[in-house]
């Protein structure tokens, strides 16, 4: 048994045993918020055993009857299928536009949704093998610093604990709820992707109601075994926020992870932990398997103005609603 397959097997023994561990983002008490969300609440533990079953199947199969691609193939099939995934979510919004502005035939119509069935079938078509790819990439990056341990049974393997996964998925909303009088982070809850904007409303105002706001957003990914990952984004997007996730993952079996939601500034640190090493390993991953050689790389073009400094706009917006919130201007 060569070291790929028994890496893999020990992949699904640990993947299966992580998915029964409870997961570190959420509050352990009901608080009154919870009580708000609890007809919408998005469920970690259905949505977990669902999708290991399906990551299980496909780890099976290529336990069994693997199928190696080189280098330049997995690259290949990766920007297909975020070209496909991207073709489908802007040819979705046109078709959305179509029928709420209501000057598109219904033939016309049938055949945009046509199109979009067969775009979908072709991106489904990838998705187990592009999942795959991806968390090998990953991995081979965190076993390279260092992350992986090394185990001898019947062979050598390097073992990531937890292993690398994640699931393309539309992804879940988040309720934020916050004081109204100061900037800090009450308390996150999970919820549906599929409310409409009354019930988003609705679940906004009974926050409201009790003195404190509350916003309900899309959530860029989520912690969950295996992450959720939403399909239609860049690919630097991509391996940043699989990374980001992973990191999380990781740190739950550390007392950082473990203590996120001990405070605000255990939420901050973890979070500010899981970008910066999100983003470093996303690059890792892009300069190692994706960045085009130094020769065809693009020089850069005189910029013809200042570039926006998204950290220094958002500094001056904190300074001046922190003026606002000093003067009980809520």
Same mark, same amino acid.
């Given at each position: 048994?060569?070291?790929?397959?028994?890496?893999?097997?020990?992949?699904?023994? =640990?993947?299966?045993?992580f998915?029964?561990?409870?997961?570190?983002?959420?509050?352990?008490?009901?608080?009154? %918020?919870?009580?708000?969300?609890?007809?919408?609440?998005?469920s970690?533990?259905? %949505?977990?055993? @669902?999708?290991f079953?399906?990551?299980?199947?496909?780890?099976?199969?290529?336990?069994?009857?693997?199928?190696?691609?080189?280098?330049?193939?997995?690259?290949?099939?990766?920007?297909?299928? =975020?070209?496909?995934?991207?073709?489908?979510?802007?040819?979705?919004?046109?078709?959305?536009?179509?029928?709420?502005?209501?000057?598109?035939?219904?033939?016309?119509?049938?055949? =945009?949704?046509?199109?979009?069935?067969?775009?979908?079938?072709?991106?489904?078509?990838?998705?187990?093998?592009?999942?795959?790819?991806?968390?090998?990439?990953?991995?081979?990056?965190?076993? +390279?610093?260092?992350?992986?341990?090394?185990?001898?049974?019947?062979?050598?393997?390097?073992?990531?604990?937890?292993?690398?996964?994640?699931?393309?998925?539309?992804?879940?909303d988040?309720?934020?709820?916050?004081?109204?009088?100061?900037?800090?982070?009450?308390?996150?809850?999970?919820?549906?992707?599929?409310?409409?904007?009354?019930?988003?409303?609705?679940?906004?105002?009974?926050?409201?109601?009790?003195?404190?706001?509350?916003?309900?957003?899309?959530?860029?990914?989520?912690?969950?075994?295996?992450?959720?990952?939403?399909?239609?984004?860049?690919?630097?997007?991509?391996?940043?926020?699989?990374?980001?996730? %992973?990191?999380?993952?990781?740190?739950?079996?550390?007392?950082? @992870?473990?203590?996120? %939601?001990?405070n605000?500034?255990?939420?901050?640190?973890?979070?500010?932990?899981?970008?910066?090493?999100? +983003?470093?390993? @996303?690059?890792?991953?892009?300069?190692?398997?994706?960045?085009?050689?130094?020769?065809?790389?693009?020089?850069?073009?005189?910029?013809?103005?200042?570039?926006? +400094?998204?950290?220094?706009?958002?500094?001056?917006?904190?300074?001046?609603?922190?003026?606002?919130?000093?003067?009980?201007?809520v």
């Open positions: 048994m060569n070291s790929y397959r028994l890496g893999l097997l020990f992949d699904l023994i =640990l993947v299966l045993v998915c029964i561990l409870p997961p570190s983002d959420q509050a352990p008490k009901p608080t009154v %918020w919870d009580e708000i969300a609890r007809p919408y609440v998005f970690i533990s259905e %949505w977990e055993l @669902g999708n079953f399906d990551k299980w199947g496909y780890s099976l199969e290529q336990f069994f009857i693997p199928r190696k691609l080189s280098e330049q193939e997995n690259v290949k099939r990766v920007e297909d299928y =975020l070209s496909l995934a991207q073709n489908a979510a802007s040819l979705e919004d046109t078709i959305n536009r179509a029928k709420a502005e209501g000057n598109t035939s219904d033939a016309d119509l049938k055949a =945009l949704e046509a199109q979009l069935a067969q775009l979908k079938r072709q991106r489904n078509s990838l998705e187990d093998q592009v999942e795959a790819i991806i968390d090998g990439q990953i991995s081979s990056i965190l076993t +390279d610093a260092g992350l992986a341990r090394s185990f001898k049974l019947v062979g050598r393997a390097n073992i990531l604990f937890p292993p690398v996964d994640f699931e393309f998925e539309q992804e879940p988040v309720l934020i709820i916050s004081p109204r009088d100061r900037i800090e982070l009450t308390k996150t809850i999970l919820l549906r992707p599929d409310l409409s904007l009354e019930q988003i409303q609705d679940i906004e105002n009974k926050v409201q109601g009790i003195d404190m706001s509350g916003l309900v957003e899309r959530v860029g990914g989520v912690a969950t075994y295996p992450s959720i990952i939403p399909q239609d984004v860049s690919l630097q997007y991509l391996l940043s926020t699989v990374a980001h996730e %992973w990191l999380h993952q990781y740190f739950f079996f550390h007392p950082l @992870g473990r203590n996120y %939601w001990a605000y500034d255990m939420t901050s640190i973890n979070e500010t932990a899981a970008d910066i090493g999100g +983003d470093e390993i @996303g690059q890792l991953v892009y300069q190692r398997y994706y960045a085009p050689p130094v020769s065809q790389a693009a020089s850069p073009a005189a910029a013809s103005q200042p570039a926006f +400094d998204f950290n220094k706009e958002m500094r001056q917006i904190r300074l001046t609603v922190d003026q606002y919130l000093a003067q009980s201007q």
